[in-house]
């Protein structure tokens, strides 16, 4: 029996307003990001312009800054804000008991 | 018991644990549904009274007696027949004989039994834990043990920087102690407050003379027979002779657990406050109902209405809270309530007031409020927080519902501009110089028509900044049409009304030491900033505090964080230092084992004499760097806002027409220069002679050496638009060459606009000002040159290093690796 979450660590290994990236085998990384207030999202470490490591911006309110073009894309909804249309895999995230777990089917699905 | 029945009680018997909040408050609502259905018994295992917890913090800070705090003293216990038995706790029960068993032994049997436990306090498994002095803060004998440790004074700690430990820091703060808190997370009450909030907080308690240590991790409490101290994980050793825990809570469920009760984090519950026994109830903070515990009262009140509607047969019952808080300490209102974590659909609405110290955040989405956080203005939470739990409809009053509900529902006035005209003539617009309304129309009334002249003339926004926009809508309200509503000097980014001149000016003038300082009081419209003004205000303050300035890792760009350049792909490139553009085969040697154990697809000389190594993952780079460490060869900063190359030609040594030795020069200056951080990349080079093989023209700073000595220029560009160098002046010898260079760069570091070259930068502010600065004004070459040396031994570590060693680890490596055990049926 698989569980549904994957436990992926401690929500502090996460810097404030910085990402960690999680590898699947085979497939793409997931990024997983915590904001200034706390709160954990995970998208897939893909921008939706040209692929850029989404989990190299800077992470600012709840989205993040693509490296390589600057787009803004929205932690939660993985959508690109303002002008740009581009949408990125999300990952479902719960944090519990200071825990890290994400949405294994979604993990895979955004990874393949 | 006090009060005796005279003839035997037939009524069911309701038995509670616990004498809390929660027990007492299910006990009154059922009493007020129907005071005749149960027979009550209450077991406490205080040996108290009913009282009022959250009451506990004025009571320690000398604010209440405990008499003050009782919420149901004896006389109502008597009076509604309810049988307590104080300072005897429940350890067992027996669900199949329906009876529980207390401490003393005494047994009593119940037809129904409410659990209403609350919580343990969590207790961090330190060496140390067990000592006398250190101690929870969540009863009266608490507060008690507080209050004799106070009376002989001396040092406390408080571990945790929540809600608790802040009002335990402050309580004995009040009672004379010194007090260190201790705190894990950046920024206090992080789950409450965001960084802005956060920030003020532990600025106004380090006002008041309390040690905030955040980011600090407890490794243990020394002491012998009683606690002496707390050694924290860096070492650090703060002696006290009190040790206030306060780090979390915990349903305590040991005695449910015991009892076979389906527990999750909680005893669960359904919408009715039924355990997994249909004879078994439980309420309060010990429960856990939908996923969710909570850890506040407001709760606890929901609950306690369904419990008793459920136990009157009514049915209505519990759909979950929204919570809020607020922080119980004199003269620092803090509030905050639902989720103010932001993200893609949500608009934060920010308004910060520096001149009184206030922050207010209002999240929305779909125009709904979905969060807030307050500080230093405390009395719209009520307000907020209704329309949050209400979901009301804000779109009508969004542009005023920051300024609270006073003014946003003040007038009918639907538009800030008609609230803002509203306003008397002698209502102040600007706090920092008492500049009223009348003031201002009158300023803008004698041809003041943008925001800098009313700025240059009658002072309004002219400080803090942060009625800006008051001003702005006056000029709007004034001119009507003829306001344009543009202003002149473009601002820094879409979070500030002020020009990067502006801020930096502000950041020196008030010694500003950090990020979130510098957005409080220069009002920032964004909770915490955005990808363009973070990375140019950590660059200010790193300018402006040399040595002392703690850098913002993540208001780096990644090249800078990474120390490589991030390319298409995602892999990176590295780009090893060779002084003058010089090397060796040591180097090479070096260069080349990397290129083939990384399998580093190219290798390529850069524009600026260097060899650039490509298609290096980032988990690699620390590896990689370590390997060129070890050949001697440190981080090129290929990839930052600071000194790339300095580029030189062969000079005298070898070439037949070289009248200096402009190699030499040129590592010399590089040794000066390196590891220096500027507003944008900047580039040196020297030429031998005037034929200017390392073209020296099209650089930032150029050197070309001629027979009698060295000549100067600065400015030049080869980037997307090509720009020759401005001759700055000619020195003799090499000594002054590297001084003029050094004092240039730091008049561009000071002065420049972050992402600005020097290019852009002197043809904004003309090179004659450049020529004033350096080549006429002598001493003022040297302070210039002087700050620069200073700055420069606190950066010239090689950044590659550090991280070889193992610093910043984490951003290198994964957090977690998976591999899917069967991708088909995994990703079906
Ligand atoms: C110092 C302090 C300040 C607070 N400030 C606030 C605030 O400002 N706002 C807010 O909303 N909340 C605040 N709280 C939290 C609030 O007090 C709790 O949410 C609330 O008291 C929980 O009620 P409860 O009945 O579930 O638990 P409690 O009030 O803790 O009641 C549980 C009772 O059960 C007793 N008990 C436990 N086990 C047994 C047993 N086996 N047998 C018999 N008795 C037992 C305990 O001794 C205790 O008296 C504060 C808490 C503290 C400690
Ligand atoms: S700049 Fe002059 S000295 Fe330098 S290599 Fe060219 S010709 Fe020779
Ligand atoms: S790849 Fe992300 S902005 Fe272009």
Known sequence: MIGEWLDIGWVDEIPVRGSRTVQVTGGGDIAVFRTGDGKVFALADRCPHKGGRLSQGIVHGGAVACPLHNWRIALDTGEALGEDKGCTPVIPVKVSGGRVLLCRTATMKAAA | ?828
Request: net charge negative; glycine share 10%.
């Open chain 2, 1 to 828: 018991m006090e009060h005796q029945t005279p003839s035997p009680d037939t009524r069911e018997h309701l038995v509670v644990i616990g004498n809390g909040m929660a027990g007492c408050r299910a006990v009154e609502e059922l009493i007020a549904r129907d005071p005749t259905r149960y027979r009550v018994t209450i077991f406490g295992a205080e040996p108290h009274v009913n009282y009022n917890r959250i009451m506990l913090s004025p009571v320690l800070a000398g604010e209440k007696t405990f008499e003050q705090i009782v919420i149901n003293d004896h006389a109502w216990y008597a009076t509604n027949t309810i049988e307590l038995v104080t300072s005897d706790p429940v350890q067992a029960i027996d669900r199949a004989a329906k009876t529980v068993t207390a401490r003393s032994g005494l047994t009593v049997s119940y037809e129904r039994l409410l659990i209403a436990t609350g919580s343990d306090p969590f207790i961090i498994p330190v060496p140390g834990k067990d000592l006398p002095g250190v101690i929870s803060f969540r009863d009266m004998a608490d507060v008690d043990h507080m209050l004799e440790a106070a009376g002989k004074g001396g040092a406390a700690v408080v571990i945790g920087g929540g809600l608790l430990g802040l009002e335990a820091a402050h309580g004995l703060t009040l009672r004379g102690m010194k007090v260190t808190v201790i705190h894990l997370m950046p920024t206090l009450m992080e789950r409450q407050l965001d960084e802005a909030a956060g920030w003020l907080l532990k600025s106004a308690l380090e006002a008041r003379g309390q040690v905030i240590l955040t980011e600090a991790n407890t490794a243990e409490i020394v002491g012998d027979t009683h606690v002496e101290g707390v050694l924290l994980k860096d070492g650090t050793v703060i002696p006290a002779s009190l040790v206030v825990m306060a780090v979390g809570i915990r349903p305590s469920v040991a005695l449910a657990r015991d009892a076979g009760l389906e527990i999750g984090r909680g005893i669960k519950v359904d919408d009715h406050m039924v355990t997994s026994d249909p004879s078994i109830l439980a309420v309060g903070e010990c429960v856990e109902h939908d996923g969710n515990v909570y850890g506040l009262v407001a709760p606890l009140w929901d609950m306690c209405r369904a419990l008793a509607n459920g136990l009157t047969d009514s049915h209505s019952g519990y759909r979950g809270s929204v919570t809020s808080t607020k922080l119980k300490v004199a003269g620092l209102d803090v509030f905050s309530a639902g989720d103010f974590s932001g993200g893609g659909a949500c608009e934060d609405i920010v308004l910060r007031d520096a001149s009184r110290g206030i922050y207010k955040r209002v999240v929305v989405k779909d125009d709904r409020i979905v969060g807030a956080v307050l500080y230093g203005d405390t009395t719209d939470g009520g307000w907020y927080f209704d329309l949050l739990k209400r979901a009301e409809d804000i779109a009508p009053i969004r542009d005023m519902l920051i300024f609270g509900q006073s003014f946003a529902s003040g007038g009918g006035a639907a538009d800030p501009k008609a609230a803002v005209a509203a306003l008397s003539d002698d209502a102040e617009i600007c706090g920092c110089n008492g500049v009223t309304k009348g003031k201002v129309v009158a300023c803008i009334g004698a041809g003041n028509t943008t925001l800098d002249a009313v700025r240059a003339t009658c002072k309004a926004s002219a400080s803090c900044g942060s009625c800006t926009g008051l001003v702005e809508t006056l000029l709007a309200v004034t001119l009507g049409d003829e306001y344009s509503g543009e202003r002149l000097v473009k601002t820094m980014c879409k979070c500030t009304s002020f020009g990067h001149d502006d801020v930096r000016r502000e950041i020196v003038a008030q010694g500003m030491r950090s990020i979130p300082e510098v957005m409080q009081k220069m009002s920032w419209s964004t909770p915490d900033g955005c990808s363009s003004c973070r990375p140019a205000l950590n660059y200010y303050l790193l300018c402006a505090l040399p040595g002392d300035y703690k850098d913002d890792q993540q208001s780096r760009f990644v090249n800078e964080r990474l120390h490589a350049n991030i390319q298409k792909d995602g892999t990176y490139s590295v780009v090893p230092r060779m002084w003058g553009g010089l090397t060796n085969p040591r180097e090479l040697r070096a260069i080349a084992d990397v290129v083939e154990k990384y399998d580093a697809p190219m290798v390529k000389v850069t524009g600026g004499q260097r060899l650039d190594i490509f298609g290096i993952k980032k988990e690699d780079l620390p590896a990689v760097w370590a390997d060129l460490n070890a050949a001697g060869m440190v981080s090129g900063h290929a990839y930052g806002k600071s000194l790339r190359t300095v580029k030189t030609c062969v000079g005298s040594d070898w070439c037949r027409f070289g009248t200096q030795d402009s190699t030499g020069l040129g590592v010399k200056v590089e040794r000066m220069t390196w590891g220096s951080w500027m507003p944008h990349k900047f580039k040196i080079a020297v030429s031998g002679c005037p034929r200017n093989c390392a073209e020296a023209t099209i650089k930032d700073f150029g050197v070309v050496c001629v027979d009698s000595g060295y000549e100067l220029s600065v400015g030049g560009n080869g980037g997307m638009k090509v720009r020759a160098t401005d001759f700055l002046c000619k020195v003799a010898t090499e000594e002054e060459a590297m001084q003029y260079c050094a004092a240039f760069i730091q008049l561009y570091r000071e002065e420049a606009r972050y992402l600005e070259r020097t290019a852009p930068w002197i043809e904004r502010i003309g090179v004659e000002y450049i020529r004033e600065r350096i080549a006429e004004d002598p001493e003022g070459r040297d302070a210039l040159a002087a700050r620069f040396l200073f700055s420069q031994q606190f950066t010239q570590d090689d950044p590659w290093a550090a991280r070889a060693a193992g610093e910043h680890r984490e951003q290198h490596a994964p957090m977690a690796r998976f591999t899917p055990i069967d991708g088909t049926r995994e990703m079906a």
